[in-house]
C-alpha cells in the first residue's frame, strides 16, 4: 500500500511536481487528467483510484527511491471482542516504537488487548516480510482503533429493584495498525 505521508515528504524534498508523477503513469494505461487526478488524491492520502503494484512501482522511479521505501503494510482485526477505550490505552503504547521494540512492550503488557494487537502487529509484519521490505527497520507509523458498537448477541437485562431491568452490553472494536520503513 502506497504512504501518503512519505509520497507528500519526498515531493518536497525532491521538488517534484504533480504533472511530473502523472506523467510517469500515463504510460501506465492512464490518461493525463485521470493521472493527474490520482496522484492529487493519493497525495492527500485518499486512495481513490487504488494504486496498483504498477502505479507505486513508477512512482517510485519518478522519485528515484525503492518501492519500499514509500511503501506502508496495513493490518486490522475487525470486531475485537474487548472496548475500543481500554485497546486505545495499549495501542498507545506502541505508536512510534520499532516493531520489535513494540512486540516487547505488548508481551509484557498486563491487558487484555494486546495479546490481540500482538497478533495485528505480526500479521502487518509478515506482509513486509512477503513484498521483501527490511524487517529490521520497520516501524509503527499508526495504531488506530476504532469503536464497532455493541458484540452480536451480548444484549442481555441484568435485574433491578422494584421489576426494573438494566441492560448489559458488550462493545466491541476495530483495531488497525500499519507499519513502516524507517
Known amino acids: 500500500m502506497l504512504s501518503a505521508k512519505k509520497l507528500k515528504e519526498l515531493c518536497e524534498q525532491r521538488d517534484i511536481s504533480i504533472d511530473q508523477l502523472a506523467g510517469q503513469l500515463v504510460r501506465g494505461g492512464l490518461s493525463e487528467k485521470q493521472a493527474k487526478s490520482a496522484v492529487e488524491n493519493w497525495k492527500k492520502g485518499l486512495f481513490k483510484p487504488l494504486p496498483r503494484k504498477e502505479d507505486i512501482r513508477k512512482l517510485a522511479t519518478a522519485l528515484y527511491v525503492d518501492v519500499n521505501d514509500i511503501s506502508a503494510w496495513k493490518s486490522s482485526c475487525r470486531y475485537a471482542p474487548f472496548s475500543a ?11 512510534g516504537r520499532s516493531v520489535q521494540d513494540a512486540m516487547d512492550v505488548l508481551k ?9 494487537i500482538n497478533k495485528v502487529l505480526k500479521c502487518a509484519v509478515a506482509d513486509a516480510d ?13 495504531a488506530r482503533v476504532d469503536d464497532a458498537g455493541i458484540r452480536i448477541g451480548t444484549k442481555r437485562w441484568i435485574a433491578k429493584d422494584r421489576g426494573r431491568a438494566h441492560p448489559i452490553r458488550k462493545t466491541a472494536c476495530h483495531v488497525h495498525v500499519t507499519v513502516t520503513q524507517a
Open 85 to 95: 477505550r481500554k485497546a486505545r490505552l495499549v495501542s498507545q503504547l506502541i505508536v
Open 108 to 116: 509484557f503488557t498486563n491487558k487484555r488487548a494486546a495479546e490481540t
Open 130 to 142: 512477503g513484498q521483501e521490505a527490511d524487517v529490521e527497520n520497520l516501524f509503527i507509523s499508526e
